[in-house]
């Protein structure tokens, strides 16, 4: 990120930002744009919290113990501003969704902690800073609705960092799903999608400093309804910018999979030929207790619908196994989902308690010695699957945005279009560019390459 102060404070010395970002991409997103509402007030980002001015902890709410391993982190904190005299001056902020969802007893609990700030009110950060002297004890929650914190961010080029290759842009946040295991709803409150026309404008400012790629982020981003023709009509919208030649988005709920957004991923080559659906389950009883609203037959039969309109799409998906109540004949149903759907990746989980969720309070909680061995067996199917699908694209030909230099000379990284990484070695000057690679072999989490002979970098006028 950039750490040259804006004209305003031009003459101010450099103060030192360190934030730590826990959790889901909308939280990495969140964490850079609380460094851009920072920034001109003269805050640089730096890699580690000694010597910092500010320490944010952007925290995630999803998993049981969360909090744990913030209170953990603020005690390292505590004792890095107490032992060093370099750090004595640290103003510690707690932010997202443990911020949202603990705020009070974060505060009662860790008096070391200078305010606490909700994901819907990370906007204030300056007015807080502001204040003389410290703010301990203050706690700005998120009882507001969201248009005021994207109305507040709108940024000025002088307080943007420089874009990447790929970038991260919200389009939508909160949930109206109430699943039974998830706090967003509680910490992130109801769905609310941003206009297009602000969203465009971000993409386009983004697209101006060399982004290729964005990734369209939400809660239940593809419930979003900013325009008319919702989700579909936005990825036409963005596909359209000149310089902007890969558009993706992330997380997708089954029930918001409509017609016109499967449509587009047949017809726009910028649409990444990859998508995250998660299912959660195979087991339909299973799914009815964590209130999913689909069955798996549907989720099926969604399946069949999105592979006919666009056949070479990947898919990745959520499981949670050991949910209350799960019977053997529920977790066999849900290794024979993953077997007919064939994922290219997937996250799984043991099922955890979220405090304040319905499911939290279930009185039939699957031993944890059995959630463990479930989740072994399929984790070990979903590796297979994952391992099988890398290996299926050597020999092919694949256009790989280029984000960075390797570990080594003359090597540079970056993703295909099913989100793999690739190593290949080629010139810096291709870093931010989309150029063609004869895939030649697969490693344990990548994809090694040879440049082919012609470009796919496209000259967007």
Do not use: W
């Amino acid at each position: 990120m950039t750490r040259a102060p804006t004209p305003q404070v031009r003459s101010a010395p450099q103060k030192r930002l360190f934030i730590k970002t826990y959790g889901c991409q909308m939280n990495v997103y969140d964490s850079e744009r609380m460094a851009d509402v920072l920034r001109p007030l003269g805050y640089g980002v730096v890699d580690s919290p000694e010597g910092a001015d500010l320490v944010v902890l952007n925290t995630c709410h999803i998993r049981e113990k969360a909090a744990e391993k913030v209170y953990s982190e603020i005690g390292r904190l505590k004792a890095l501003r107490a032992e060093d005299p370099a750090s004595a001056g640290m103003t510690i902020a707690v932010a997202g969704c443990v911020a949202q969802a603990e705020g009070q007893e974060l505060i009662n609990r860790a008096p070391a902690v200078d305010f606490v700030i909700g994901p819907q009110a990370f906007h204030k950060l300056p007015e807080l800073l502001a204040k003389t002297g410290r703010v301990r004890g203050e706690r700005v929650s998120s009882d507001f609705s969201p248009d005021a914190k994207f109305n507040a961010l709108a940024r000025p080029a002088a307080a943007r960092k420089v874009a990447g290759p790929a970038a991260f842009l919200t389009v939508q946040e909160g949930c109206d799903k109430f699943c039974t295991f998830c706090v967003v709803p509680y910490t992130r409150g109801a769905e609310f999608s941003r206009p297009i026309e602000a969203i465009l404008e971000e993409a386009r400012a983004l697209a101006s400093e060399g982004t290729r790629e964005v990734t369209l982020l939400g809660q239940n981003v593809n419930a979003y309804n900013g325009v008319e023709g919702g989700l579909a009509a936005l990825v036409r919208a963005l596909a359209a910018i000149p310089g902007l030649g890969r558009i993706r988005y992330t997380t997708s709920h089954p029930r918001d999979m409509d017609d016109a957004l499967i449509a587009a991923h047949g017809d726009l080559d910028a649409l990444m030929p990859y998508l995250h659906l998660p299912v959660q389950s195979g087991s339909d009883r299973v799914l009815k207790a964590m209130n999913r609203g689909h069955t798996a037959e549907g989720y099926l039969r969604l399946v069949e619908r999105i592979r006919a309109a666009r056949p070479d799409i990947a898919l990745s998906g959520d499981f949670i196994v050991g949910f209350p109540g799960e019977t053997d004949a529920d977790f066999e149903a849900t290794l024979d989902l993953v077997r007919e759907v064939a994922y290219a990746s997937a996250f799984s989980f043991k099922y955890s308690r979220r405090p304040g969720t319905p499911a939290a309070s279930m009185s039939d909680q699957v031993d944890e010695t059995l959630k463990a061995e479930r989740l072994a067996r399929l984790q070990a199917v979903l590796e297979t699957q994952r391992q099988g699908f890398n290996a299926g694209v050597v020999g092919r030909t694949l256009p790989v945005l280029f984000e960075r230099r390797g570990r080594y000379q003359g090597q540079i990284v970056g993703r295909s279009p099913y989100l793999q990484g690739v190593f290949t070695e080629g010139p810096e000057t291709l870093i931010g560019q989309i150029a063609l690679v004869d895939i030649t072999s697969t490693g344990p989490n990548s994809l090694c390459g040879r440049l082919a002979r012609t470009s796919c970098d496209r000259e967007l006028a």
